[in-house]
């Protein structure tokens, strides 16, 4: 599976963007989706997973402001970003997994796949 995210840019503190992960090679059917970020000199963290078939998680300091979404006529996951931050500012990543467990969700290893990552830039 071959995963390309895109949608960010720079935007404004209180603003928006809507990223997309789209599956090459094969549909999202089977796979779990988790959307990661990565700001300069910090560690990957979680930001939110849908979980196939059809559960979703967040990370807790995120509820509320994040929306992930999958349209699979697209084959894509969408992650909905509202109210930025300027903490919110780092590269995001989207990754699959067609064999993780709810527990693992939110741990990078967990995933096989990975996309190149899209820069979202939050100015204040």
């Known amino acids: 599976v071959q995963l390309q995210a895109s949608g960010g840019g720079l935007v404004l503190s209180g603003g928006s963007l809507r990223l997309s992960c789209v599956a090459s090679?094969?549909?999202?059917?089977?796979?779990?989706v988790g959307w990661f970020r990565q700001a300069p000199g910090k560690e990957r963290e979680f930001v939110a997973a849908?979980?196939?078939?059809?559960?979703?998680s967040y990370a807790d300091s995120l509820k509320g402001r994040f929306t992930i979404s999958r349209d699979r006529t697209k084959n894509t996951v969408y992650l909905q970003m509202t109210s930025l931050r300027p903490e919110d500012t780092a590269v995001y990543y989207c990754?699959?997994?067609?064999?993780?467990?709810?527990?693992?969700?939110?741990?990078?290893?967990?995933?096989?796949?990975w996309g190149q990552g899209t820069l979202v830039t939050v100015s204040s």
């Open positions: 990754a699959a997994s067609s064999t993780i467990i709810s527990s693992q969700i939110g741990v990078p290893p967990s995933y096989a796949y």
């Open positions: 090679g094969r549909t999202f059917s089977g796979y779990s």
């Open positions: 849908s979980k196939w078939p059809g559960t979703t």
